[in-house]
Nanobody
Framework: QVQLVESGGGLVQAGGSLRLSCAASGRAINKYIMGWFRQAPGKEREFVAAISFGGGSQYYADSVKGRFTISRDNAKNTVYLQMSSLRPEDTAVYYC???????????????WGQGTQVTVSS
């Protein structure tokens, strides 16, 4: 079992940037695909980005492509989400998770963290 703890959320103005971190414990994350999802109030949890075991491949939702960058440091057992050009519609709780597949399918992910709130003001 992997325990995940997200951090780095906060309040930022539109156009600003934030970097989220997801620190893992319990198992080495190099055995997992790592993904970021988000959930806004009243909406379903949606895929944001995922990264392959070694970091060589990334997969992004169309809504964040070109603005967000996912990366990982397996030596630190940590995954990151660099978010730039933030928009009010990016406001949500952001979660990291593990998978065996580099896919956007929520059902393929498990070991969820508690989430970190990102609020983008207009």
């Amino acid at each position: 079992q992997v325990q995940l703890v997200e951090s780095g959320g906060g309040l930022v103005q539109a156009g600003g940037s934030l970097r989220l971190s997801c620190a893992a414990s319990g198992r080495a994350i190099n055995k997992y695909i790592m993904g970021w999802f988000r959930q806004a109030p009243g909406k379903e949890r949606e895929f944001v980005a995922a990264i392959s075991f070694g970091g060589g491949s990334q997969y992004y939702a169309d809504s964040v492509k070109g603005r967000f960058t996912i990366s990982r440091d397996n030596a630190k057992n940590t995954v990151y989400l660099q978010m730039s050009s933030l928009r009010p519609e990016d406001t949500a709780v952001y979660y990291c998770s593990t998978s065996r597949l580099l896919v956007p399918d929520y059902a393929r992910y498990d070991n969820w963290g508690q989430g970190t709130q990102v609020t983008v003001s207009s």
